[in-house]
């Protein structure tokens, strides 16, 4: 095994136990199937990269987004939905409905071949859990860019960037109303979502992060009837 290899396994088990759920290959092997998180994690890396730097955390919430966004909308690379807990959703002390903790898995042939599609080349740490399940003996070692999935020339708008997670909220709870639904969306605001609260002329709106606008529940009212038909695909 050569000193490079050597080195990307030590990079890919170090990434793969940062995220969650850990994936322990050092102890298992590479698994069939890995889960979008631990995907992203993988693709985002480059050769001389540091795992804790903040361009390659930047790339993997990018790559989480574009592989999310295609399994939503798009149903491929296809996904096995795996729950991982069940709680309460509890807002303002009453109990609005159940929250479903899931996580959705990929195997490397699906995802190599919806990689393949979207013209991307896979970094040298995915390359090796592709060659572990047999799907591509040797690939060239690109650098793997940015994604660009779903990119456009007009400006990325609220269903573009929150569309995604906005139906993995209505899949895991149970909510009967829009109103419902922005609530909950509220409660969740923070790192690990899109959006935070919003304050100042904001206040009492959902604020889109990335494109720094709010979003108002009457805007998500409007799109109820079709979050639910995807969040039912």
Same mark, same amino acid.
């Given at each position: 095994m050569s000193t490079?290899?050597?080195?990307?396994?030590?990079?890919?088990?170090?990434?793969?136990?940062?995220?969650?759920?850990?994936?322990?290959?050092?102890?298992?092997?590479?698994?069939?199937?890995?889960?979008?998180?631990?995907? !992203?994690a993988l693709q985002?890396?480059?050769?001389?990269?540091?795992?804790?730097?903040?361009?390659?955390?930047?790339?993997?919430?990018?790559?989480? &987004?574009?592989?999310?966004?295609?399994?939503?909308?798009?149903?491929?690379?296809?996904?096995?939905?795996?729950?991982?807990?069940?709680?309460?959703?509890?807002?303002?002390?009453?109990?609005?409905?159940?929250?479903?903790?899931? *996580?959705?898995?990929?195997t490397a042939q699906? #995802? #190599?071949?919806?990689?393949?599609?979207?013209?991307?080349?896979?970094?040298?740490?995915?390359?090796?859990? #592709?060659?572990?399940?047999? *799907?591509?003996?040797?690939?060239?070692? !690109?650098?793997?860019?940015?994604?660009?999935?779903?990119?456009?020339?007009?400006?990325?708008?609220?269903?573009?960037?929150?569309?995604?997670?906005?139906?993995?909220? *209505?899949?895991?709870?149970? &909510?009967?109303?829009?109103? $419902?639904? &922005?609530? !909950?969306?509220?409660?969740?605001?923070?790192?690990?979502?899109? #959006?935070?609260?919003?304050?100042?002329?904001?206040?009492?709106?959902?604020?889109?992060?990335?494109?720094?606008?709010?979003?108002?529940?009457?805007?998500?009212?409007?799109?109820?009837? $079709?979050?639910?038909?995807? !969040?039912?695909?």
């Amino acid at each position: 095994m050569s000193t490079t290899t050597q080195q990307h396994i030590g990079a890919a088990t170090r990434l793969l136990w940062s995220v969650s759920p850990i994936v322990d290959i050092a102890r298992d092997g590479w698994p069939k199937k890995l889960h979008v998180q631990a995907i !992203a994690a993988l693709q985002s890396w480059r050769d001389g990269d540091g795992e804790d730097t903040q361009e390659r955390k930047e790339r993997q919430a990018d790559w989480v &987004y574009a592989i999310k966004g295609a399994c939503t909308h798009s149903k491929t690379p296809p996904r096995e939905r795996r729950v991982l807990r069940q709680s309460p959703m509890v807002i303002g002390g009453e109990v609005v409905g159940v929250e479903t903790v899931s *996580v959705d898995y990929i195997t490397a042939q699906d #995802f #190599f071949a919806w990689l393949t599609n979207q013209q991307e080349a896979a970094s040298p740490l995915l390359q090796l859990w #592709f060659k572990a399940q047999g *799907v591509q003996a040797a690939q060239p070692q !690109a650098a793997a860019p940015a994604p660009v999935v779903g990119a456009r020339a007009k400006p990325r708008t609220w269903w573009d960037v929150s569309s995604a997670y906005i139906v993995e909220v *209505v899949q895991a709870g149970q &909510y009967a109303t829009a109103k $419902e639904l &922005y609530r !909950a969306l509220e409660a969740k605001a923070g790192a690990r979502s899109p #959006f935070d609260k919003g304050s100042g002329a904001n206040h009492g709106s959902l604020f889109v992060r990335e494109i720094a606008q709010p979003l108002s529940m009457k805007t998500l009212q409007n799109k109820w009837s $079709e979050l639910r038909a995807l !969040a039912r695909k």
